[in-house]
């Protein structure tokens, strides 16, 4: 029975050991890919590619060998917002949370792009989503990168151990009278630190 407790507990403690932190996700450069055959009938492929470097992830997503598609995220930057296509690139900004604008092409790009993720690298990439050195791991650690940096407005840096989050409140006229009261950290557009992943 002590043997036992043993091994689990030592199981335990492996397994968690090899699990990365956001900071190394954020810090590590990597590529990585996977494809599958899809329907009609299984003779087609699809492939999805997706390169880390610094704060930056490309992702591309081919299709029949005609449709493709690419998204270029840096993590790091200011204002949030995603490049979008192949030969000619669009710049779709957020605006506004998408639990607001969820019709707006930032948020279905966001949306779309998560889906991928999601339903093809975290299901069909091979490995374990703890090991950042495994086709699923680095999947998943882009995954997170880009759930908080898409949907929350958490902007990331390389320098530091926190990340900043980018707020973005509406304007409110107010009396002159209230404004005195006003306390400083209701001003639209701080950053404030945040240490969630």
Known sequence: MLYLRFSLILLLLTSYSHAFEQRECLLKEFSTSMERF?????IFKLKLSLEKKN???TVELEKYKIV???????VCRTPV??????????????????????NSEYCQSAQELIALIQDEGLIFAEGQKENLSSDHGKFYCSYGLF????YEGVVFDQQEKLHLKVEKKELIKEPVADKKNEDSSSFPGRLESSHEF
């Open 81 to 102: 917002h995603i490049k979008v296509g192949v030969k000619m690139v669009e710049v779709l900004k957020r605006q506004n949370s998408c639990q607001i604008e969820e």
């Open 147 to 150: 759930k908080q940096y898409l």
């Open 55 to 57: 704060c930056e992830i």
């Open 68 to 74: 493709k598609k690419k998204w270029i995220i840096d």
């Open 38 to 42: 899809i329907d009609p009938m299984g």
